[in-house]
């Protein structure tokens, strides 16, 4: 098994397409698990004209993630998927978004996700505030700032904490997380942290690969990554409002950032957050997010995309916040970065939505790359009532835009409790109309045996805009208008084209 490349399509592939041209529903693990109960359900499975499946642990798993057992059933549907001539792909976390290993990682506080806090609450206060939450406040700056009549930078200069200020005193905080019970107790991983990143390897990749290492590539073709991102950014809403504003950080940014720009961020941290009243362009703003947006996917992205080269196993998976500019800046910097190093780059459709950008930006990265697919996690949120209608026409201009590899959302294993709330509709054997789903895998299956041929064919180019992105966001009482325009025009021009 394993994905092959035939240069030429064969009618009889045409004709009843193999696994590998087959959708692979995320398999919901979210209850006791019973490997007799797995085995029958891979049989139903491969009935819908699967071809494989996401073993995918969900919120009600009672199994020890990574554990003995867990393992045990890893392998064994392994087997069985083998015996059926399917795939057996894997998932890196517990539930999502990926990068804690279910808090294995982040138990330790080196790991833990950090922000840059500015801040007008003075350290002993903010000390005080944080003594029992583990989120460890470390003072990295203070600034004296003075603002215009309508709140943007004057003049600001670094001073000593306990100097009076002519201005607004501000400090610069290095925060870690909140912990939260979504995490296992703990918290979201320092995703640019090398070091965070590769013990999430080593606790995760590792594991399955002492495990399964002589199937990938085989019968185990692919692992999917879930959501990461840096952090979710707190942009201001009005420049004299008081409330902290947050950003991404990580204790190489300071260096990372000298490196490129020869002085020290943190100092002029005003202007990431605030506009200069001169006019000046937002420089800083750029440079933040460059540096940020090269930490997280060179640390995270193409660490573990280059671990499943080496490995002989496809780094699949989508980011969070993809489809405009200001999500893409909340969460992860820029989305087409992100995929340069995946071995089948992929995207998140929920709703029943129509996000061209999301498609056409992971389908640029596969043109120009060379990759041999595209993955769509699809159908997620769309409720009992979304019928084959449905499943056809999202799939439909979903495959136009690139996707060759479904991956459904969700198979559940079980509807026990609240997992029958858990985004439905369930694409299994719960669906009256489950033994009706291969005519959609079907003629997805003879689609992609022809998209994933040949070489495609592109007269136009569209410059990405988020760079731009980077400097016109900021306080929203007066980039708001700026970034607004700016995202309307690349929704615009792509849904247009």
Request: net charge negative; aromatic share 14%; glycine share 8%.
């Amino acid at each position: 098994m394993g994905f092959q490349k035939e240069e030429k399509l064969s009618e009889q592939a045409f004709e009843n397409p193999p696994a590998e041209y087959r959708g692979a529903p995320f398999w919901a693990w979210n209850t006791d698990l019973d490997e007799k109960e797995l085995l029958w359900q891979i049989e139903q499975l491969k009935e819908m004209g699967f071809g494989g499946f996401f073993m995918h642990t969900r919120a009600g798993m009672s199994t020890e993630y990574l554990g003995k057992d867990f393992m045990r059933l890893i392998r064994a549907c392994n087997e069985k998927a083998r015996k059926m001539g399917m795939f057996s792909y894997l998932y890196d976390e517990d539930r999502w978004p990926s990068g804690a290993a279910g808090g294995y990682v982040t138990e330790n506080k080196s790991f833990r996700q950090q922000t840059i806090v500015l801040s007008m609450t003075p350290p002993e206060e903010m000390s005080s505030r944080h003594l029992d939450d583990e989120r460890d406040p470390i003072l990295l700056c203070a600034y004296d700032i003075q603002f215009d009549e309508v709140g943007k930078l004057k003049k600001y200069t670094v001073v000593n904490e306990d100097a009076a200020a002519a201005g607004e005193k501000w400090y610069a905080y290095r925060l870690l997380v909140e912990k939260s019970g979504w995490y296992n107790g703990y918290t979201y991983l320092d995703t640019m942290n090398p070091e965070a990143v590769k013990k999430f390897i080593e606790v995760t990749y590792e594991a399955y690969y002492r495990e399964l290492g002589g199937e990938f590539g085989k019968s185990v073709p692919a692992i999917f990554t879930d959501e990461p991102a840096y952090y979710s950014i707190s942009f201001k809403g009005f420049a004299r409002d008081g409330k902290d504003a947050a950003f991404p950080w990580t204790t190489p940014f300071r260096t990372a950032f000298e490196k490129n720009y020869g002085y020290d961020i943190v100092a002029k941290m005003p202007e990431v957050v605030w506009d200069r009243s001169d006019g000046a362009p937002n420089t800083e703003r750029y440079r933040f997010f460059r540096i940020a947006t090269e930490l997280f996917s060179t640390n995270y992205s193409d660490a573990i995309g280059k671990w499943c080269s080496d490995h002989h196993i496809a780094f699949t998976g989508h980011f969070v916040e993809e489809p405009m500019l200001l999500t893409q800046m909340h969460a992860i910097g820029e989305a087409m970065r992100q995929y340069r190093n995946m071995g089948i780059p992929g995207i998140d459709m929920l709703c029943d939505c129509k996000e061209f950008t999301t498609a056409k930006q992971a389908q640029s990265v596969v043109h120009q790359y060379g990759k041999r697919g595209m993955t769509c996690e699809i159908y997620g949120v769309t409720g009992w009532e979304f019928d084959f209608r449905g499943h056809k026409f999202e799939g439909d201009w979903l495959a136009a835009l690139g996707t060759t590899l479904r991956v459904p959302h969700l198979s559940w294993v079980s509807m026990r409790g609240s997992a029958k709330r858990d985004y439905p509709a369930s694409i299994g054997y719960q669906s009256s109309w489950y033994r009706q789903y291969g005519y959609i895998e079907d003629h997805f299956a003879r689609l992609n045996t022809a998209l994933t041929r040949g070489k495609p064919v592109v007269d136009v180019a569209v410059l990405h805009p988020i760079e731009s992105a980077w400097m016109t966001a900021g306080v929203k009482e007066y980039t708001a208008l700026s970034s607004d325009t700016l995202e309307t025009q690349f929704q615009n021009v792509t849904e247009w084209l």
